[in-house]
């Protein structure tokens, strides 16, 4: 049963006096209760733009998105977003940070305070919850907007490159604390990278974005089962597949580059 | 010494009262060694002498009293108009787009010259004295805090409608929170051009305060009253600011860190 339906989405922007820019032509996709879709491409592709769309933080130019058979008209509690950039709110701590989504449902205290406690310890991130963001790692920031947007109890979760700005050890752990919350609290997840690794290894399906203007040019499920520990990303099935999800998106990267210097 | 490279507090304490320790002994030895005259510079030691006849002969705590609850009275009036109006056009583009070009304009119509109407208009009253002050001051306020209200970061505002933020959620809980150390950085600035406008308007047509009694010196080529009320205007000005900045500091801790 599809809860995202994304059908004939395009983006193009406007530029005076020239053709107008295509960010992304046309495209379906359809995500599926539990889903945790992964979506590879060069930079430039659109597959932010698409993720945008559906958090309806962007307006596509065709075609329509649907959550739940409503149209995305707009933002809204339902899709919870984690940004590439650190986007807690500066002023508030890490517990009314959590509590933010909550707080604007006019939930009593005393809820908020329990939702937003038992996220806190499912990110880790116990008996931190009085410090700013700003005494937080990067990891610890991108922990604790996890949690906030978990905390609205979403429909989805939209993950723009969350890790992007992380190093490579903290990203490797983080991938498997989401893994984890995902493994157990059955959410719907749209994840966009650029990091093959991370596609495949969090991924239930991997869908490829071709260089701009972009387009799916694969959607693959990735066999291999639930619960994912750390070590299959040594495993032959994970080798073979990040081998082909290699070749696919070197060809875009390589097409971009040179539509980038043509 | 290596550019950026911080100074610790107790050094930077002694390095800044010593610029002062500097500045007063040069000031002794061209009036006390006889460099300057008398009629054009008074020394160091008949300032304070008649400072303190001043204070307590001549009723000058009255006089600084009044220009205080003068230069906070028009302060706060301006404040009070200006934070809202700034707010609503930081946050809603028609709005600025209203009121913008005008406030730009307005900010460049120099306070004291309104001297002459206000006295016109509003005598030579407190009003007038606040008047000063309000027009001074609430130009400059209405645009510096739409300017820092607007530039909000954009991804925590998108960050605060993927969490279900309405509009007016928006304003209350992300743009005014956010702009709200920087605000405060614009009120303590814009207090410290207040006390400015507040001794001009008291330099013509006044019968009280620091700026009256600095005319009333002029008359009589009293320098000695003339610099110690100038010092005592600096001295209130550093005091206010320093209060301010401590208040900035209490009220929004976490605009401090990672600085």
Known sequence: MSILSVRGVSRSFESA???PTVALQATDLEVTENDFITILGPSGCGKSTLLRIVAG???QSSGEAM???KRIAGPGADRGMVFQSYTLFPWLTVLDNVCFGLRERNLPRAQQLEIAQSFIQKVGLRGFESHYPKQLSGG??????LARALANNPRMLLMDEPFGALDHQTRELMQELLLGIWEAEKKTVLFVTHDIDEAVFMGSRVVVMSARPGRIKLNIEVPMPHPRHYSVKTTMAFAELKAELTEQVRVEVIAAQKASMA | MKPLTPVAPAARVTLGISFFVVFIAIWAVATLGGFVSKTFLADPITMVKSGYTLLTEMGFAKDIGMTVGRVLGGFLIATLVALPLGV?????KPIEAFFEPFISFARYLPASAFIPLLILWAGIGEAQKLAVIFIGSFFQLVLMIAVAVGNTRRDLVEAAYTLGASDSSLVRRVLIPGAAPEIAEILRMVLGWAWTYVIVAELIGASSGIG???TDSQSLLA????IFGII????IGLISDMLFKLANRKLFPWAALGK
Do not use: E, F, P
Request: aromatic share 4%.
């Open chain 2, 88 to 92: 609503m056009m930081g946050a809603y």
């Open chain 1, 67 to 69: 959550l739940d058979g």
């Open chain 2, 223 to 226: 320098t000695d009253q003339i």
């Open chain 1, 17 to 19: 006096g020239r053709a």
């Open chain 2, 212 to 214: 009256h009694m600095i």
């Open chain 1, 140 to 145: 610890m920031q991108q922990r604790t907007a």
């Open chain 1, 57 to 59: 933080l962007d307006t």
């Open chain 2, 232 to 235: 005592v205007i600096g001295l």
